[in-house]
């Protein structure tokens, strides 16, 4: 049985101004991120390892953790290795498919003790500052942004700093039972539910980390997915959506790959002893959701085309 294992993730937002405020001619820097930090350890004598994870999308960062996870359980410490783990093939593994293949601003960095061990595609470079103050901090997160504007200070640059961080996810396992909390602020609505895991019975899978966090990723991604997706679907019902185009062909793929999702959460429940608070959410009641709510976002779309003699009103019914 593993020792207790606690995280969550974080949506973060860095705001860099100059400590003159308004009197400054420098325009605010801009730092986005999500975040999530996981401490593995067994009840061996290795001592246990703190490993940060930022990305570009929340699933694939709880994904990435996962994957790291999962090559902690089943061959033991990753950092003092003499062949040093290969965080890239593991995280081409993370996006492979329909993340690699639509997402072209998709990033990583991994941090081990405020050091960049592994990066991949273009973050901002203040986030390496911060892990680094962190590490340096020996407090609390929260305690790092005040300790960067001391850093900048001794650097003769004086800043001010603004974090503004949500959190998305809660992991806690303990005991074999896991629970955990989603809380996601979308265009159309909120999403906010719970659910725990306990195995199914006396011989059954045992909750590992690798498990829970990859479903967890699968509900992140199928929130943000089933948005998009429904986005498509009116557009394309619409007429706003050329046939064949790449923005037709992603509409699609989406779709899949919620249906995979879907798939894969089906699997999980299959698996486990699994109850939710409230109910589970519903992709497609989400999609449904998502048709509706597009209709605010488009008519001025429509209306344009109407203008324009484009289309006919007789063919647009609300």
């Known amino acids: 049985m593993m020792p207790e294992f606690k995280s969550s993730?974080?949506?973060?937002?860095?705001?860099?101004?100059?400590?003159?405020?308004?009197?400054?001619?420098?325009?605010?820097?801009?730092?986005?991120?999500?975040?999530?930090?996981?401490?593995?350890?067994?009840?061996?004598?290795?001592?246990p390892e703190t490993v940060v994870v930022r990305t570009q999308n929340m699933h694939s960062c709880v994904r990435f953790c996962a994957a790291i996870a999962k090559e902690y359980q089943d061959r033991g410490p990753i950092t003092p290795r003499?062949?040093?783990?290969?965080?890239?093939?593991?995280w081409n593994d993370v996006i492979k498919g329909y993340e690699k293949d639509w997402n072209a601003d998709i990033w990583c960095a991994v941090y081990f003790k405020g050091r960049l061990v592994?990066?991949?595609?273009?973050?901002?470079?203040?986030?390496?500052?911060?892990?680094?103050?962190?590490?340096?901090?020996?407090?609390?997160?929260?305690?790092?942004?005040?300790?960067?504007?001391?850093?900048?200070?001794?650097?003769?640059?004086?800043?001010?700093?603004?974090h503004d961080a949500n959190v998305a996810l809660i992991v806690s396992i303990k005991e074999d039972e896991a629970k955990c909390g989603v809380i996601l602020r979308g265009a159309n609505r909120k999403t906010t539910f719970n659910y725990t895991v306990k195995k199914l019975r006396l011989r059954g899978d045992d909750v590992r980390i690798p498990t829970i966090l990859t479903t967890s990723a699968a509900f992140l991604e199928g929130v943000q997915l089933a948005f998009a997706v429904g986005m498509a679907n009116k557009k394309r019902s619409m007429g706003l959506m050329a046939k064949y185009s790449d923005e037709d062909r992603k509409g699609k793929r989406s779709s899949d790959r919620l249906s995979n999702l879907s798939l894969a959460i089906e699997t999980f429940e299959a698996k486990f002893n699994v109850h939710y608070r409230p109910d589970r959410p519903s992709f497609p009641e989400m999609v449904r959701e998502a048709e509706s709510f597009a209709m605010t976002i488009l008519k001025p779309q429509m209306e344009a085309k109407i203008a324009s003699g484009e289309m006919d009103k007789k063919d647009w019914v609300e």
């Open 9 to 47: 993730l974080l949506r973060e937002k860095f705001t860099l101004r100059d400590a003159l405020g308004d009197l400054s001619d420098e325009p605010p820097v801009i730092a986005l991120s999500n975040r999530m930090a996981i401490t593995l350890n067994t009840y061996e004598k290795d001592e």
């Open 82 to 90: 003499s062949t040093p783990y290969n965080f890239g093939s593991a």
């Open 118 to 162: 592994y990066e991949s595609g273009e973050h901002h470079p203040f986030l390496d500052i911060i892990e680094k103050c962190d590490a340096a901090s020996g407090q609390s997160y929260d305690e790092s942004v005040l300790f960067a504007e001391k850093a900048f200070a001794q650097a003769g640059k004086n800043m001010k700093i603004t």
